[in-house]
């Protein structure tokens, strides 16, 4: 019986493992194509042939020296990386206050904050942009970053995971006479960084390739973000599909370092984010 049992574990392993290269191909594939033909002489790039004598990196060479190519770079991580700096943060704080501390209409706050999430976003552009226009902020870093520094969604999501650390921590730390910020900062963030790796993943990498506000508030060159600058860029060349493709190579790269920098911490934290109420 075991010898079956173990010989059916086996088997399914095998079939597991063999759906996770096919489907590893199939992904890595049209990225694969789209690496080689944005190395191709602009004549070659519709045959499916390929003549690696003439393969070069003369359409990177040409879209990071003739266009802004290194300030849209600049701009697209300066965002990046303080929005989400700012939703670790603040998300963090929000929900550490929703999972542990005690205060009136804590629950009506938490179910506001929930209810927000059933809002497209889109519907709040508008309002969004006329506010910030009032306030100065139109075609500004400002404008780019400071909406977008509190996510619903990861409040909710990092207050399932504090839900999740005992409770004795917390009380051994005051009784030490720790206070609530150490306690936040000393305890619980460092044992949340699996979840707080999560949060940064997606934050980060939705935020680099986000195109539909950063093409609204931004009316400088100078201030594009590198999706809004390789768009402008596809609609004055769009025939030269090599550096088309460089361009969105280039573009994809710091977000598989990103993952792959954060991939441990990732998995542990969507396996260990609890839904404990």
């Known amino acids: 019986m075991w010898k079956k049992e173990n010989t059916y574990g086996i088997g399914v392993k095998i079939v597991l493992y063999t759906i996770c290269i096919l489907w590893a191909l199939i992904t890595l ?106 306030l100065g902020w139109i075609d500004s870093y400002k404008g780019l970053i400071i909406p977008w520094l509190v996510s619903a969604f990861y409040i909710f999501f990092m207050r399932q995971y504090f839900l999740t650390i005992p409770k004795d921590l917390e009380e051994a730390a005051l009784i030490d006479g720790l206070s609530r910020f150490g306690i936040f900062f000393k305890i619980f963030l460092p044992l949340s960084l699996p979840a707080l790796a999560t949060q940064a993943i997606f934050i980060f990498v939705g935020n680099w390739n986000s195109f539909m506000w950063p093409s609204i508030i931004a009316s400088s060159e100078e201030l594009y973000t590198l999706p809004v600058g390789l768009n402008s860029f596809y609609g004055q060349y769009y025939q030269f599909w090599n550096q088309v493709l460089a361009g969105a190579i280039l573009l994809s790269l710091p977000t598989i370092i990103v993952f792959v920098a954060f991939q441990k911490y990732f998995v542990r934290g969507i396996v260990t984010t609890g839904l404990k109420e």
């Open 29 to 134: 594939v049209p990225y694969l194509i789209a690496v080689i033909t944005s190395l191709k002489p602009v004549e070659d790039v519709t045959k499916f042939s390929v003549d690696f004598g003439k393969l070069s990196f003369s359409s990177y060479k040409y879209i990071t020296t003739e266009f802004p190519f290194m300030r849209w770079l600049f701009n697209s991580f300066v965002v990046a990386v303080a929005v989400t700096a700012g939703n670790l943060l603040f998300n963090s704080m929000a929900a550490y206050a929703l999972a542990r501390l005690s205060f009136p209409f804590k629950k009506v706050v938490f179910y506001i904050i929930i209810g927000t999430m059933m809002i497209p976003g889109q519907v709040l552009l508008i309002p969004i942009y006329l506010i910030l226009n009032k």
